[in-house]
């Protein structure tokens, strides 16, 4: 391996950043983190909805398994907890109307 294909290699691995006064930086990788995934921006209110439950309250997994029990089984749902299931249906309500109203006004 030659000095130029280690140089690629370093630079794949150690993001570099240039300052506005040309010193260049090496980024951390919480900063590389930060650049590529912040800033997704979304008039969504199920992604939004979705993105708080899913940072702060359900594990991904928890909610993933729910997912695909739900899409897999594509008949009729029998809800056990008919209190719970007209909750849901108020959410789900809440967030569509909302929704519509924004795609109305964009």
Known sequence: MNYD???KISDAITPITRRADNYTTVASFEDTLLKE???YKTYNMFISFFYSLLRDYVHVGDFE????????YREEHVLSNGY???YAEYVYGQLKL???LNKENS
């Open 65 to 72: 398994k729910a997912l695909k029990d739900t899409v897999n």
């Open 84 to 86: 719970l299931a007209k």
């Open 5 to 7: 294909e280690i140089l």
């Open 98 to 100: 909302v929704s519509d």
């Open 37 to 39: 995934s912040g800033n």
